[in-house]
């Protein structure tokens, strides 16, 4: 059965010394992505185009990305359990006549930032965005 998928946007990301909260909209809703505080300081590298002194994680994959060939073509949250959700990464490699697509399951937050970074799509299915706890200013 296929999956009605629903574009996400980044509203705003919140920091704490022990977690960061992603907020992501879609429609007219809004809901919270907890993660490690360390990757919300990387997304907000991203979002704020600061440079880091040398390469992250998420650089290296980048990196290695580039040098394949692979582009990152989109990321779908496409479950949630309890408060934890589980997202796949799509990729795409060019083989001559041939286009591979990977689909790769990762955590959600490791997927928002290489999603920044490459100008990638998120979306979400339409059974989490139900499930999710919408969030109010």
Partial sequence: MQ????????????QTRSYTVVILGAQNKRFAIYTDPSIGRTLQMFLTDVESPRPLTHDLIDQIFEGLEVQVKQVVINDVQDTIYYA?????????????????????????????????PVYCTREVLEKTISVEE
């Fill in 88 to 120: 796949r990464l799509f990729l795409e490699q060019d083989r001559g006549d041939i286009k591979h697509i990977l689909e790769i399951d990762a955590r959600p937050s490791d997927c928002l930032t290489l999603a920044l970074m490459n100008n990638a």
């Fill in 3 to 14: 999956s009605e998928l629903i574009q996400l946007s980044f509203d705003k990301i919140m």
